[in-house]
Structures are given as structure tokens and as C-alpha cells.
């Protein structure tokens, strides 16, 4: 069964600051690897999609990793303003989703 | 991108009340859906698969009696909690693949559900 960890669990910052949240699975047998965002109370915001032919996908600040052969993925943030404070999820599809723990960031002004 | 709605956002109900939540693909067609259930400060739980035209797959531990799922059309799944207590308060999100191998996610919103 595939098991899904985020490291860290959380994790607290200055404003300004680049940072990086780690992602490690157990089967690579996957196909496409998603990272969201989700705010207190609320649903999942899909910010990044590696598709498993793919190795990196970024959008504005935001930039996520792939290798599977190591069964890791890394979401890379720069330059963290206060608004990025949320829990971060990564999910690996196969037949399935599965989830990660999450991280919780919080970025300080 | 693709859209999936979900209602209500929020509910709150007596025990021992049902109540339905409702996923919808609102611009692609949906054979199967997924329902999660989240703790505070915990990740997703795989609840069930729905699928269309036939009976939901529950992953273990998950009371199919109390939990009814039904994936009437290509998009609409339902979700009821019956006999709700306030253990059954919780976040339930649903979400649905684009297509038949699942490659990327689309969640609803979800539905906070309190029991009184």
C-alpha cells in the first residue's frame, strides 16, 4: 500500500524567506504527483501537477519537483509572503489518491 | 480547469438526523468520485469510491450502512450520513477524476458537518 509522508509536519517562517517542503512515498509506481493548498475550514486549492514523465512543473513562486526513483517530491517557495500560510498537501494518484500528512506553514510579516 | 461542486458548504443537524451532501462535475463527466473524510489538523481519508451505475467501494473500517453513497448520473454523486451523531462531525470533501485513469484531482469545496 502506498504510504505518503510530509516532512516537516510544520513549519513556521520570516517573511521573505525561500523554503522547501518535502514529500517522500514508498511505491513509484505512481502516475501524476499534485500539490494543494488548503486553508483552515476550507477545501483543496490544486497549485502544482507533475505528470510521472515529468521531473519539475513551476508557477510563479512555486516550484515542485519529481524523482520517483527516490520516491521523493519537493515543493519549493520563494520569497514567502504572509498569504502563503496554510497547510500544504501532496497526493499521488495510482488507482487512487493518496495523501500526504501535510505541513503547516505559517510565515511570519 | 475543471469544476466540481459541492453542497451545502456547511451543515448543522441534530443526532440521529440523516443528511445528504452532493458532488458535482459541473463540465466533464464523472464515472467515479471520491469521498474523504478530515479530521482537524489531519490529512484526507479515503472514505469510498462511487461509481456510476453501481455500488460504492468503502475502504475498510467505513460503515456502509451509515454512510450511503450514490452515483446516480455522470455527475452527481450523493453522499448521506444516517443517523448522524457528533462523532460524525467532521469535513467530508469529495472529488473527481477527469478521466477513467486517475491522473489529477478536482475537489469540491467541502462540507463541514456538525451533529448537535
Known amino acids: 500500500k502506498q504510504e505518503v509522508t510530509q516532512i516537516p509536519a510544520a513549519l513556521s517562517v520570516p517573511e521573505g524567506e525561500n523554503l522547501v517542503l518535502n514529500c517522500s512515498f514508498t511505491d513509484s509506481a505512481i502516475y501524476n504527483l499534485q500539490w494543494f493548498r488548503q486553508d483552515p475550514g476550507k477545501g483543496l486549492t490544486s497549485l502544482l501537477l507533475i505528470q510521472s514523465s515529468q521531473r519539475e512543473q513551476t508557477s510563479g513562486r512555486l516550484n515542485a519537483s519529481l524523482d520517483k526513483s527516490s520516491g521523493r517530491s519537493t515543493l519549493y517557495i520563494a520569497a514567502s509572503q504572509p498569504g502563503d500560510s496554510a497547510t500544504y498537501l501532496c497526493a499521488l494518484t495510482g488507482n487512487q489518491f493518496y495523501f500526504g500528512t501535510g505541513t503547516s506553514l505559517t510565515v511570519i510579516p | 480547469g475543471a469544476v466540481v461542486s459541492q453542497h451545502p458548504s456547511w451543515v448543522i443537524c441534530k443526532s440521529g438526523t440523516s443528511v445528504k451532501i452532493e458532488c458535482r462535475s459541473l463540465d466533464f463527466q464523472a464515472t467515479t468520485m471520491f469521498w474523504y473524510r478530515q479530521f482537524p489538523k489531519q490529512s484526507l481519508m479515503l472514505m469510498a469510491t462511487?461509481?456510476?451505475?453501481?455500488?460504492?467501494?468503502?475502504e475498510q473500517g467505513v460503515e456502509k450502512d451509515k454512510f450511503l453513497i450514490n452515483h446516480a448520473s455522470l455527475t452527481l454523486s450523493t453522499l448521506t450520513v444516517t443517523s448522524a451523531h457528533p462523532e460524525d462531525s467532521s469535513f467530508y470533501i469529495c472529488s473527481a477524476p477527469r478521466d477513467r485513469v486517475v491522473t489529477e484531482a478536482f475537489f469540491g469545496q467541502g462540507t463541514r458537518l456538525t451533529v448537535v
Open positions: 462511487s461509481n456510476e451505475g453501481s455500488k460504492a467501494t468503502y
